[in-house]
């Protein structure tokens, strides 16, 4: 799913998932622009992600692996 069609759904509520996504994301060590790229791409399990770079995944490669 594309960020457009997300927000196109439910513009509000869609709007915070994105951003609530984004936040769990950098909190777990994601550069701001990779943490952007995942939030948006709904399709990337958030827990997974974030488990990756807790394990000892440089988060660059975590980010190759996800996308």
Known sequence: MTVAELISQDGGEATAV????FSQ?????????????LATHTDV?????????????PPALALRILL
């Not at 399990?45 to 995944?57: F, I, P, Q, S």
């Open 45 to 57: 399990d958030l827990h997974y992600a974030a488990n990756l770079v807790a394990r000892g995944c």
């Open 25 to 37: 994301l950098t909190k777990s060590g994601y550069r701001t622009e990779d943490a952007i790229a």
């Open 18 to 21: 994105v951003e609530w996504r």
